[in-house]
């Protein structure tokens, strides 16, 4: 059973890059058609696909986020990152890793069928 866990900061001042990492177990990350994404939910609002990495290493990005977004992995570590530039209180969220299976990547959450558990992030000076 493939489950993730993420890391990182829980507040995080404006301006600041937010560095979040993705610790995958019972499986591996290079894993042939598995999909590997951060999604976020901001309060009262719904959830957003932000991007993933796939099992080859290619990258995908929301357009919406893609200027201040980078998601990379580490295969050693069995590990996968999202880092989010130039931050404002508007990124503040519960952000989530998410594994699907599959032929394309997918962009919105219930394509998704393994979660994180969801860490809170606020942005706050």
């Known amino acids: 059973q493939v489950q993730l866990q993420e890391s990182g900061p829980g507040l995080v001042k404006p301006s600041q890059t937010l560095s979040l990492t993705c610790t995958v177990s019972g499986g591996s990350i290079t894993t042939r058609n598995y999909y590997w994404s951060w999604i976020r939910q901001p309060p009262g609002m719904e959830m957003e696909w932000m991007g993933a990495?796939?099992?080859?290493?290619?990258?995908y990005s929301n357009p919406s986020l893609k200027r201040r977004t980078s998601i990379s992995r580490d295969t050693d570590k069995n590990q996968f990152t999202l880092q989010v530039r130039s931050v404002t209180p508007e990124d503040t969220a519960v952000y989530y890793c998410?594994?699907?299976?599959?032929?394309?990547?997918?962009?919105?959450?219930?394509?998704?069928?393994?979660w994180g558990q969801g860490m809170q992030v606020t942005v706050s000076s």
């Open positions: 990495v796939d099992f080859r290493g290619s990258t």
């Open positions: 998410a594994m699907k299976q599959g032929t394309v990547v997918g962009t919105t959450p219930d394509e998704y069928g393994y």
